[in-house]
Nanobody
Framework: QVQLVESGGGLVQPGGSLRLSCAASGFTLDVYTIGWFRQAPGKDREGVGCISSSDANTYYADSVKGRFTISRDNAKNTVYLQMNGLKPDDTAVYYC??????????????????WGQGTQVTVSS
């Protein structure tokens, strides 16, 4: 069974950090671009960034550029989202997803074939 599972979410104070993980089962991540998305209550889903499979090229939305970093460990079949300098506006459910498209720029969510169930990130004092 093909599955993506996010973990690492939680409650953090403004300015704090979290690292989310996206682990795959039933398939290997190393041939897929992995994207991260988030959705806050009452808002549309927003692309956070992505990392390509072949050369680990990355793309970030302007809202997170310089604060968030996406990396991958193909040996562990896992992709990470390191989030630093968190702000209350970063509060959302975060999802990872897999696509065959190369990550050179924003890849629309419709192009992603596999999705995780999401993990909640809450930034609050």
């Amino acid at each position: 069974q093909v599955q993506l599972v996010e973990s690492g979410g939680g409650l953090v104070q403004p300015g704090g950090s979290l690292r989310l993980s996206c682990a795959a089962s039933g398939f290997t991540l190393d041939v897929y671009t992995i994207g991260w998305f988030r959705q806050a209550p009452g808002k549309d889903r927003e692309g956070v960034g992505c990392i390509s499979s072949s050369d680990a090229n990355t793309y970030y939305a302007d809202s997170v550029k310089g604060r968030f970093t996406i990396s991958r460990d193909n040996a562990k079949n896992t992709v990470y989202l390191q989030m630093n300098g968190l702000k209350p506006d970063d509060t959302a459910v975060y999802y990872c997803a897999a696509t065959g498209y190369y990550c050179s720029a924003y890849v629309p969510s419709i192009e992603y074939a596999y999705w995780g169930q999401g993990t909640q990130v809450t930034v609050s004092s």
